[in-house]
């Protein structure tokens, strides 16, 4: 009996699985679904904590020295002013400047209060500035200065535009420019640049005042001794990419929000699992005379499963495509109409949700291969 080639193989194995519209679109709306969901999840979940560290990416220093309690950037510990010429003076310094970040309470000039964001840069060298959509940098150091970045809370300030005025502590603030920023913050509040003797004058604080210090080496080479020589002196210094993994490991493993992320993708794994690995494995029982018809007119066995394999393969990469694209399309329409919105697609997301896929997939056809492979000809022609 002459033996079935590969390719008229898959295509018999195609048209099985189309042919049954029914099952066929079953398979692909439960794939389709886990995978928007978990998607959807672990997308949200690396918004999140993108903008949890909004401030060090925007600022974009390449070493933060801080307090070792601190745990994120919104977690303030201010230092001492002498860990400022501290610093400076360790050798590989290239310069460093200190940073105020710190809440505020403006009331605008309609009356009512707003929480913001007060980010104090450098006098001198206004280190970590934004970029300027409207006015002038210089304009900073005029009276009451204060830069307004317009990102998703902008609207909050209430038409925040150049010359608009707003009190902060019995202090009069004027808005100089608006600016851009690479991240928006996570909190729920307008973020106002000025310079940092003024961020001393406008707010309150405690006896020590430097919320961090920022660093640049001279060279990169330089990174390791600057931060033994921090260390040495009771404080921790961490490059940019660091603080950025201190801060994701804070939201991850000490607040809710990583359980309850973690939790949710589990459970849209489980949804796909059940929906696709059920609907399959009746789709195999209801071909079950089709297949045992394949192994008798010649049919080997690595034949019917390179079948199924690739029915269960091609059913999951489409839903994948489908999952992927429908979760592209809600997060752009969320993120058009809710500013506030943060999730993010990244290829970390897209690897995850792709080997589940995987799992899925290799599940389901395992039970449909052990039902095929015990197929008797006989038994289904007596029949």
């Given at each position: 009996?002459?033996?079935?080639q590969m390719p008229g193989i898959y295509r018999i194995a195609f048209k099985l699985l189309v042919n049954d519209r029914t099952k ?48 994120t950037v919104a977690n303030t510990i201010p230092v001492p002013d002498y860990v400022l010429d501290e610093v400076r003076s360790i ?293």
């Amino acid at each position: 009996m002459r033996q079935l080639q590969m390719p008229g193989i898959y295509r018999i194995a195609f048209k099985l699985l189309v042919n049954d519209r029914t099952k066929f679109a079953a398979l692909l709306v439960g794939i389709t679904f886990a995978v928007f969901l978990m998607i959807e999840m672990t997308s949200l979940f690396a918004g999140i904590l993108s903008r949890a560290s909004a401030t060090v990416i925007n600022i974009g220093a390449s070493i933060w020295v801080m307090d070792p309690s601190v745990q994120t950037v919104a977690n303030t510990i201010p230092v001492p002013d002498y860990v400022l010429d501290e610093v400076r003076s360790i050798p590989g310094v290239k310069y460093a400047v200190p940073l105020y970040s710190g809440a505020a309470l403006l009331k605008l000039h309609d009356g009512t209060y707003q929480a913001a964001n007060v980010i104090g840069l450098d006098d001198s060298s206004l280190f970590g500035r934004p970029q300027l959509i409207s006015g002038h940098i210089e304009n900073i150091f005029a009276e009451n200065a204060f830069i307004a970045v317009d990102d998703s809370e902008f609207y909050k300030l209430k038409g925040a535009n150049i010359g608009a005025q707003f009190e902060l502590n019995d202090h009069r603030g004027v808005i100089v420019g608006t600016a851009r920023v690479i991240s928006s913050g996570l909190f729920g509040v307008p973020t106002l640049y000025t310079t940092y003797y003024r961020a001393m004058q406008y707010i309150p604080n405690s006896r020590f005042t430097i919320s961090y210090v920022l660093v640049e080496p001279k060279k990169p080479a330089d990174v390791a001794a600057i931060k033994r020589q921090v260390a040495a002196a009771g404080y921790l210094a961490l490059t940019k990419d660091e603080f950025i993994r201190k801060i994701s490991a804070f939201y991850k493993y000490q607040t809710g929000i990583g359980t309850n992320m973690l939790i949710m993708t589990l459970i849209s794994f489980i949804i796909g699992l059940s929906i696709s690995g059920q609907t399959f494995y009746t789709f195999i029982l209801e071909n079950i005379e089709k297949f045992g018809a394949l192994k008798a007119i010649g049919a080997k066995g690595s034949e019917l499963v390179s079948m199924i394999l690739f029915q269960a393969t091609f059913v999951s990469l489409t839903g994948y495509g489908l999952g992927v694209g429908l979760c592209s399309l809600v997060i752009w329409l969320a993120r058009l109409y809710l500013p506030d919105y943060a999730a993010m697609v990244t290829y970390t997301n897209l690897g995850l949700a792709f080997i589940m896929v995987v799992v899925i997939a290799s599940i389901s056809s395992y039970f449909g291969v052990r039902k095929v492979l015990t197929i008797e000809p006989f038994d289904i022609f007596r029949g």
